[in-house]
């Protein structure tokens, strides 16, 4: 009987592997892979016209957050990187939290809608995705540079003397980063929202909870998974970003994303690219396990 | 406002009338109601589904507002007062907890909205918890207790604030038999002990009776009967309410003229019959009389010719403390419904088939107009 048991356990369990066996290998070529090889590079010296020198340093992660002095090989902190790393970080985690002001009242509303209509206003909001993101930004530039339609409104209506620079500002980024990634925050607020058991709303009310208490002791509190899902896939894609900071901030911005890339391109510099993507990496994982650890417990003591 | 402060009134609807849509397709859920519920009563608004109890509930909590008419709190007109401005609370059919908060924070979070102090809420609490006898479970979450323990939290909630009104909507449809009995007189207690004014609703007439100091029967938007279990279930107004409240039998009948006995009326099958009426019956008005199945007594059928109705027993159903007969009337007048009290010693002497004869006191029965 049990050894008949555990040879049926065991035919099961090589059956699970065999059944997620193409998944592992896809993750593994996809996604371990790859990663090793940056780790790998980061600890190397850059080769003479890219690629890397097979000499182990930590070169590369000492520069991620120092300047070494040309000539007594002193060690300061690193400005540009500094700013470059606290540039990318801001601007991302503001168009994170633009994204859920603008988001969450849009999710709420079609949320409210009646089912027929819901479906309607979510296709418009996919509507965006289906042009070409260059040609987005292109169209933001040519609402907001010095001589597009919104500075000309401005100056007709006499409400400024001077075109307003809003193009090549962090600004400017950071509205195209909110444009670019504002669906990604409706759709899954919208999600937890959708599921939120109207009666509840009825009971707060019910118990002397105003409409804006409502909001913040019932609503908000319940459909945290979707402002959290939300704010994690505004969050990575905004801080990697690399087409928004070029077209919008003008190359004087620039953002962690193109800074990574001018290091494998013009920077002829492997080792410091992959160190500083590996800092990205952990930014984005230090920021997720506290947003998600402070939410919860959040959650927790407000109940 | 208005002020019309009727002293013993906690509610007063006047004329009110609730019409959801518009254009072509609305629906008149409550039409013109006009009702008083008294201060420290257990109210019950009885009707089967979609005669607009809810709705007429969800105006007295606010979350309707009446087409047209007025509703008064202690004599203040409240008809377009929000929920979070009325000293009402609600029981909800499917409860509405809070899925997440603790049980303590479901039942505080009305007095934390009132902004009280934190030592009041936290004695408040535990007091309501002490009541429902839930303390043990305070800290935990409202998905981690059972149903019954769901309803007696959103109770505590309901009335930890001390509501003048507390609404429950078919509050203990979603319970089994016999934990539906139990919170039946928890209830009860709760109300008698609290002196809060409770509107209670249900599609079941027995749990009305059994729990009301008055009952209001309701069927398609309108009001059909205000009164006490006693007077509803004894004397219906109309053949709705007796037909709802209880079971009943219809037997047809006709006026005749009025002698020293009182109304006589022309039963088919038996002949002339006094029955006490409240209203006259004109000669050769049609009426229904009604008898209910306990007021029925079956035997044999015996040789007594007299006023007696007859027929065959088509089914005997043994339900407990008592057992139930259908009887086919041998006037071709349909079935009757008869309930007889068992006794522990007694063999069912009456099985289908039998002959029998159906006899009733004519005081327990009641005529209604045709
Ligand atoms: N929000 C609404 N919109 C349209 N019709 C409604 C709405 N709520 C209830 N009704 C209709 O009003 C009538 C009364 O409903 P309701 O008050 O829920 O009855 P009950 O609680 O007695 O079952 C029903 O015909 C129902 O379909
Ligand atoms: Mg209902």
């Known amino acids: 009987m049990a050894s008949l048991e555990s040879t049926r356990l065991k035919t099961e369990s090589r059956t699970r592997w065999l059944l997620i066996s193409p998944a592992m290998l896809v993750v593994i070529i996809g996604a371990i892979a790859p990663l090793l090889v940056i780790v790998i590079f980061s600890f190397l010296t850059p080769g003479p016209t890219g690629g890397v020198n097979f000499t182990p340093s930590f070169d590369a992660w000492t520069r991620v957050l120092f300047d070494r002095d040309l000539f007594d090989d002193?060690?300061?902190?690193?400005?540009?990187?500094?700013?470059?790393?606290l540039r990318s970080l801001t601007l991302s985690l503001a168009t994170t939290f633009l994204c859920l002001l603008v988001g969450f009242p849009t999710a709420y509303f079609i949320a409210t809608r009646n089912p027929l209509n819901r479906e309607v206003w979510l296709l418009l909001v996919t509507v965006p995705f289906w042009t070409n993101l260059l040609i987005r930004t292109f169209a933001i530039q040519d609402l907001i540079r010095n001589e597009g339609i919104i500075n000309t409104?401005?100056?007709?209506?006499?409400?400024?003397?001077?075109?307003?620079?809003?193009?090549?500002?962090?600004?400017?980024i950071c509205l195209g980063l909110v444009y670019v990634y504002l669906p990604l925050m409706i759709l899954p607020v919208y999600a937890s929202l959708e599921r939120l058991d109207r009666n509840l709303l009825e009971a707060a009310s019910d118990l002397y909870a105003r409409p804006f208490k409502v909001l913040w002791e019932v609503i908000v509190p319940l459909s945290k998974p979707g402002i959290i899902a939300g704010s994690i896939l505004v969050f990575i894609p905004s801080i990697g970003t690399y087409v928004t900071p070029i077209l919008l901030g003008g190359g004087r911005n620039l953002m962690i994303g193109n800074y990574i890339e001018l290091q494998f391109g013009q920077g002829r510099d492997w080792p410091f690219g992959s160190a500083i993507s590996l800092t990205l990496m952990g930014i984005v994982m230090v920021a997720l396990l506290i947003y998600i650890r402070h939410g919860d417990t959040r959650g927790h003591e407000h109940g | 406002m208005t002020g019309e402060i009727t002293p013993g009134v906690a509610i007063r609807l006047k004329k009110v009338t609730k019409t959801y849509g518009s254009g072509n397709g609305t629906v008149a859920a409550v039409k013109s109601t006009t009702l008083d519920i008294f201060k420290n009563e257990f109210f019950t608004l009885l009707g089967p589904s979609g005669c607009g109890k809810t709705t007429l509930l969800r105006l007295i909590g606010g979350f309707e507002y009446p087409t047209t008419g007025t509703i008064l709190l202690d004599g203040q007109d409240i008809a377009s007062v929000p929920p979070f401005r009325r000293p009402i609370n609600t029981v909800f059919q499917n409860y509405a907890l809070f899925p997440h908060m603790t049980v303590a924070e479901n039942i505080g979070f009305g007095l934390?909205?009132?902004?009280?102090?934190?030592?009041?809420?936290?004695?408040?609490?535990?007091?309501?918890?002490?009541?429902?006898?839930?303390?043990?479970?305070?800290?935990?979450?409202?998905?981690?207790?059972?149903?019954?323990?769901?309803?007696?939290?959103?109770?505590?909630?309901?009335?930890?604030?001390?509501?003048?009104?507390?609404?429950?909507?078919?509050?203990?449809?979603?319970?089994?038999?016999?934990?539906?009995?139990?919170?039946?007189?928890?209830?009860?207690?709760?109300?008698?002990?609290?002196?809060?004014?409770?509107?209670?609703?249900?599609?079941?007439?027995?749990?009305?009776?059994?729990?009301?100091?008055?009952?209001?029967?309701?069927?398609?938007?309108?009001?059909?009967?205000?009164?006490?279990?006693?007077?509803?279930?004894?004397?219906?107004?109309?053949?709705?309410?007796?037909?709802?409240?209880?079971?009943?039998?219809?037997?047809?009948?006709?006026?005749?003229?009025?002698?020293?006995?009182?109304?006589?009326?022309?039963?088919?099958?038996?002949?002339?019959?006094?029955?006490?009426?409240?209203?006259?019956?004109?000669?050769?008005?049609?009426?229904?009389?009604?008898?209910?199945?306990?007021?029925?007594?079956i035997s044999p059928l015996s040789q007594e010719p007299a006023t007696q109705l007859t027929g065959s027993v088509k089914t005997v159903s043994f339900c407990g403390p008592e057992t139930q007969y259908t009887v086919e009337l041998s006037n071709g007048s349909g079935l009757l419904l008869v309930r007889k009290y068992n006794t522990p010693d007694e063999n069912p002497s009456i099985a289908v088939g039998d002959q029998v004869s159906v006899k009733f006191t004519p005081n327990t029965a009641q005529v209604l107009p045709g």
């Open chain 1, 74 to 85: 002193t060690l300061t902190l690193s400005g540009t990187n500094l700013e470059i790393l």
């Open chain 2, 112 to 297: 934390r909205m009132l902004k009280r102090s934190r030592d009041e809420i936290a004695a408040r609490v535990d007091e309501m918890l002490k009541l429902v006898r839930l303390e043990h479970l305070s800290g935990r979450r409202t998905a981690q207790i059972s149903g019954g323990q769901q309803q007696r939290v959103a109770l505590a909630r309901a009335l930890a604030s001390e509501p003048k009104v507390l609404l429950l909507d078919e509050s203990l449809s979603a319970l089994d038999y016999k934990l539906r009995k139990e919170m039946q007189m928890e209830l009860k207690s709760l109300q008698a002990a609290t002196g809060i004014t409770f509107i209670f609703v249900t599609h079941d007439q027995e749990e009305a009776l059994t729990m009301s100091d008055r009952v209001a029967v309701l069927s398609s938007g309108e009001i059909m009967q205000v009164g006490t279990p006693h007077e509803v279930y004894n004397r219906p107004a109309n053949r709705f309410v007796a037909n709802f409240v209880g079971e009943t039998n219809f037997l047809q009948g006709r006026g005749l003229n009025p002698d020293a006995r009182g109304t006589m009326i022309d039963l088919q099958g038996i002949g002339a019959v006094a029955i006490p009426t409240k209203d006259t019956v004109a000669p050769g008005a049609l009426v229904n009389i009604v008898v209910r199945p306990e007021h029925l007594r």
């Open chain 1, 153 to 172: 409104l401005l100056l007709k209506a006499g409400l400024i003397s001077a075109p307003i620079q809003i193009l090549f500002t962090n600004f400017a």
